[in-house]
């Protein structure tokens, strides 16, 4: 199975962003939009992991989550990957406030390698991607209009617990599902 880890978004938000990325879309340029299910902020991509491994990854899941408390996190940023860029391969939209979330990612990359789970070796930029660059034709446009709206605030939310998904890729984009959810104290 594919899975990942990650904080879910609230609808309110969800609605904001979706929202944005129509009107971007509209501008044109080869870009993958990201479709309003899909919207979440990962913090550990696993990949493909055996069955057997699931019970494993809960428990480390549940350990870590016991350790902190719930925080607030402000979604209120937009950006490109590579950063200030006129090719940019991902676009995103960013919190503020977001040193818990740093914690969390850390201290869970750091149980999951005691599981066998590759460090990631990038430090942990905490983002939810909105769109994949696929081609440079009108991108100009997108990125300029994402510039214009790099403050802009699209809400604040309680992180309360992370969230294990399967990730099954289709042609018309990957289908999640819930496997696991644990709570933060």
Known sequence: MRLFIAVEIPDEIKDGIEKEIKRLKRLGGNIKWVRRNAIHITLKFLGEVEKEKIE????????TAGE?????????????????????????VGMKDEKPLVLLQERLETE?????????????FPHVTIGRVKGNSAIRKVVGEMRAIEGKEFG??????????SSTLTPEGPIYKKLHEAKLE
Not at 78 to 85: Q, Y
Not at 112 to 124: D, I, P, V
Not at 156 to 165: E, N, Q, S, V, Y
């Open 56 to 63: 494993w990854i809960e428990k480390t899941m549940e350990k």
């Open 68 to 92: 902190f408390q719930s925080f607030g996190i402000s979604i209120e940023k937009c950006g490109t990957f590579p950063p200030h860029s006129f090719r940019p391969r991902v676009l995103w």
């Open 156 to 165: 604040k939310m309680g992180a309360d617990r992370i969230t294990l998904f």
């Open 112 to 124: 999951l390698a005691k599981l066998g789970f590759k460090k990631e070796t990038r430090a942990f």
